[in-house]
């Protein structure tokens, strides 16, 4: 039973579903880029900075971008996580009361978060991305403030 406007999903096998290797690690390949890219930016950007003012507040406004954008994805993250968790709670409830679709809702769920696990290695790669530039950023406010 559905509920109205809501069409079923079309169920496929692992081999359908899963994609090609090729483009899996190509999507690895190409988020391990765009930070080297977002990495080297950041560097040219403090290259050619003049004053040091100018260096200052690029890596103020660098740092707010790596913290917005770091704490907004691991926000998601949690509640995501967190969702999955009540998910499987009430799933413990139903197999309590001896509700008869609890073995197949399980499965399901299991198969979510496997799916949604898949996506762990672009967060951890996004996430070194993000703290090489902090790191780089910081050396940066060290260097300008203290060693010159």
């Given amino acids: 039973m559905s509920s109205p406007g ?6 496929y096998t692992e081999e ?5 290797p090729f ?8 988020t391990v880029g765009k930070n080297v890219l ?12 003049e004053s040091v003012f100018q ?16 704490s907004r994805v691991s926000i998601v993250r949690a509640m ?13 409830i139903y197999k309590k ?9 399980e499965i399901e769920l299991n198969k979510r978060i496997r799916e949604y696990r898949k996506g762990d290695g672009f ?3 996004n996430l070194l991305g993000n703290c090489v530039v902090y790191l780089y950023v910081i050396w940066k406010v060290i260097q300008i403030l203290v060693l010159s």
């Fill in 6 to 11: 809501v069409v079923p999903a079309v169920e």
């Fill in 16 to 20: 359908e579903s899963a994609p090609n």
């Fill in 23 to 30: 483009w899996r690690y190509g999507a690895y390949i190409w």
């Fill in 38 to 49: 977002i990495v080297w930016l950041v560097y040219l950007a403090f290259g050619r900075m």
């Fill in 55 to 70: 260096k200052l507040m690029l890596a103020g406004v660098v740092l707010i971008l790596v913290a917005v954008s770091d």
């Fill in 80 to 92: 995501v996580d967190e969702a999955y968790l009540h998910r499987k709670l009430f799933l413990g």
């Fill in 97 to 105: 009361l001896d509700r008869n679709s609890v073995e197949s809702d």
């Fill in 123 to 125: 967060y951890v790669i």
